[in-house]
Nanobody, 128 residues
Framework: QVHLEESGGGLVQVGGSLRLSCAAS????????LGWFRQAPGKEREFVAH????????NYTDSVKGRFTVTRDNAKKTVHLQMNSLKPEDTAVYYC?????????????????????WGQGTQVTVSS
């Protein structure tokens, strides 16, 4: 069955870096777009980053552009989120997710309902 497992979260000071990883199994990884979302306490889940199935189309929410980088390794079935210059407002649980439909880049990549499987999340806490 489909399984996504995030790792790499933790406590970091303002300005620091973390690299999140998401290991996938149970589906043909290389043909699906992937997304990263986050949810802070008391807030709704929000889109963070998207990478299309072959890695040549990448999108970010405005607040992380220039600081976060999403990459994927189709051979290892993993997706990464490199987070630099972290800010307190980046504190959240971060989730990776798999697109619902394969084979073409999602136009509504920012919408949670474009994704059908989610990991359990990894906590990122940025202290000031």
């Amino acid at each position: 069955q489909v399984h996504l497992e995030e790792s790499g979260g933790g406590l970091v000071q303002v300005g620091g870096s973390l690299r999140l990883s998401c290991a996938a199994s149970g589906f043909t990884f290389s043909v699906y777009d992937l997304g990263w979302f986050r949810q802070a306490p008391g807030k709704e889940r929000e889109f963070v980053a998207h990478i299309n199935w072959n890695g040549d189309i990448i999108n970010y929410t405005d607040s992380v552009k220039g600081r976060f980088t999403v990459t994927r390794d189709n051979a290892k079935k993993t997706v990464h989120l490199q987070m630099n210059s972290l800010k307190p407002e980046d504190t959240a649980v971060y989730y990776c997710c798999k697109a619902r439909v394969y084979g073409h880049t999602r136009r509504r990549y920012w919408a949670g309902d474009e994704y059908d499987y989610w990991g359990q999340g990894t906590q990122v806490t940025v202290s000031s």
